[in-house]
């Protein structure tokens, strides 16, 4: 029976959305929420002259009612026979104040921003008063109409500005967090990257430990303290360790100075500071210490150090030499510390290696 093999499929990354694609979708959304905006706003100036004139139309409708109103009361309370008395004059004289009315409504209608039926003015005669009482009632329910619409279509316009506001309230919120991410972030990878390089520039890439610059620094801040004291130097170099890399490579010798490091920083005490100074050199700084007898018992760990390194590795090869140097008894100058370290353990190398001395005492200003 054949096996069938079913192809494997890594799967698909995980799409996740980048700040950079969120706040651009935002600015796009924000300049088309501005753009609509803007339209409303347009609309709800131009409904607001709307509701202007209508309320002007309808004043006027008012007025012309009042007029129509008196002209009626006259024609009743004359009779139609009568002499052209008082009474008949102040009917004429109604009749025409009403005429001037409806032909001032008519054009003010005509006046209208947006095209608006006519009212249409009868003739002169007895019968025209009921005929623009018609005309009257409906051009006043027009424009009523027509307000109730104006005022519908604002609170939509304004409910909808409302809205498009809110949304680009989140929208610009939205926007603002994605930038806060993105700064966050790179804020992050450049303190990072900083953190990377400073401690690059001031450790050995091999053994990890303190490098020359910031040894000397060190001994830099301790000397210019407020409150200098009592601080040493031990210079240490491994005996051998060339046969090492000639012999067995130097992938051997890289191995034993990262164990021997390892081994100098956990021997020495915390606020003690063990660096490489280049290739099989290493410099310890001591502060704080008690006599010559406590710097010996410290020597002895560091070449105990490498002596255990070395037989952990089944050398037989490496040893040490240390030279110390203690400020300000044995050296007046603390820039002069580690010359002097270095100096003591030339000597312990010429009286047969594997041992430590001390540094002979100097003269300030000598």
């Given at each position: 029976m054949e096996e069938t093999i079913t192809p494997y499929h890594p799967p698909r990354p995980r799409w996740r959305p980048q700040p950079i694609a969120v706040g651009m979708a935002a600015l796009?959304?924000?300049?088309?929420?501005?753009?609509?905006?803007?339209?409303?706003?347009?609309?709800?100036?131009?409904?607001?002259f709307q509701q202007q004139y209508a309320a002007l139309v309808l004043e006027a409708v008012e007025r012309a009612k009042n007029a129509r109103n008196a002209a009626s009361l006259l024609k009743l309370t004359t009779p139609a026979n009568a002499a052209p008395a008082a009474d008949q004059s102040d009917y004429q004289q109604a009749l025409s104040e009403l005429h001037a009315r409806v032909a001032a409504l008519d054009a003010l209608i005509a006046s209208s921003p947006i095209p608006a039926p006519r009212l249409w003015q009868p003739l002169d005669t007895a019968n025209s008063i009921d005929d623009m009482n018609r005309?009257?009632?409906?051009?006043?329910?027009?424009?009523?109409?027509?307000?109730?619409?104006?005022?519908?279509?604002?609170?939509?316009r304004t409910l909808r500005v409302a809205s498009v506001l809110a949304v680009l309230m989140v929208v610009v919120g939205g926007a603002l967090l994605a930038a806060l991410v993105v700064?966050?972030?790179?804020?992050?990878?450049?303190?990072?990257?900083?953190?990377r390089f400073r401690h690059a520039a001031q450790h050995?890439?091999?053994?990890?430990?303190?490098?020359r610059q910031q040894f000397l620094a060190r001994l830099e801040q301790l000397a210019a303290g407020r409150t200098p004291g009592k601080c040493a130097v031990l210079f240490i170099d491994l005996d051998g360790f060339k046969q090492?890399?000639?012999?067995?490579?130097?992938?051997?010798?890289?191995?034993?100075?990262?164990?021997?490091?390892?081994?100098?920083?956990?021997?020495?005490?915390?606020?003690?500071?063990?660096?490489?100074?280049?290739?099989?050199?290493?410099?310890?700084?001591?502060?704080?210490f008690g006599g010559d007898s406590e710097l010996a018992g410290i020597a002895t760990r560091l070449m105990n150090c490498v002596g255990d390194t070395d037989t952990q590795m089944g050398l037989a090869l490496v040893r040490a030499s240390v030279g110390i140097a203690t400020f300000p008894d044995r050296v007046a100058d603390h820039r002069l510390l580690v010359a002097a370290a270095d100096s003591a353990m030339y000597e312990v190398k010429r009286s047969g290696k594997n041992g430590y001395a001390f540094a002979t005492r100097s003269i300030p200003g000598a």
């Open positions: 796009v959304c924000l300049v088309f929420g501005l753009v609509f905006i803007a339209i409303q706003v347009k609309a709800l100036y131009s409904d607001h005309a009257l009632a409906a051009t006043e329910d027009y424009w009523r109409a027509r307000r109730d619409d104006i005022s519908a279509d604002v609170r939509t700064f966050a972030r790179r804020h992050r990878h450049l303190a990072g990257l900083t953190h050995d890439a091999m053994t990890g430990l303190p490098n090492v890399n000639d012999t067995l490579g130097h992938g051997v010798g890289d191995a034993f100075l990262i164990a021997v490091a390892q081994r100098f920083r956990q021997s020495l005490r915390p606020g003690d500071l063990v660096a490489r100074i280049g290739g099989d050199e290493f410099a310890a700084l001591v502060s704080g």
